[in-house]
């Protein structure tokens, strides 16, 4: 059994899929979220800015904040943004929802997706 489970890491972390390590660090994550400020408050009841606030954003479905115009993309992308889905979104935001209004390139390294997936979770 722990071949088989093994073996499937293996897969997936040599395939090039986004596979962000679970055990993020929060403080990291923090730090990381820096670079998302300009767009994105993270404060509970905080404004919106050229992104919606990320209060609450792990397990919400995608544009569903209140009072945030989002792109008629991500207005049918119909995603629920669990880590997984935050770690390929985060990864290439434009290839997970073509024509979104997101500038942002993506974050290239796991470990940062991870932290930044991890302080996100926090915030609830």
């Not at 055990?23 to 994105?40: I, S, W």
Request: charge should be positive.
């Amino acid at each position: 059994m722990k071949i088989a489970v093994a073996a499937a890491f293996l897969a997936i972390a040599f395939s090039g899929a986004a596979t962000a390590d679970p055990a993020g660090d929060v403080a990291k994550g923090e730090k990381v979220f820096q670079r998302c400020k300009a767009c994105h408050s993270a404060e509970k009841g905080g404004a919106d800015k050229v992104g919606p606030n990320l209060w609450g954003v792990v397990g919400r479905a995608s544009a569903t904040k209140d009072g945030f115009n989002y792109s008629p993309a991500m207005k049918a992308a119909a995603k629920t943004w669990d880590i997984a889905t935050l770690d390929v979104y985060l990864t290439n935001p434009r290839a997970l929802v073509p024509g979104n209004r997101m500038a942002f390139v993506g974050l290239p390294a796991a470990q940062d997706r991870a932290d930044v997936i991890a302080y996100l979770s926090t915030l609830k």
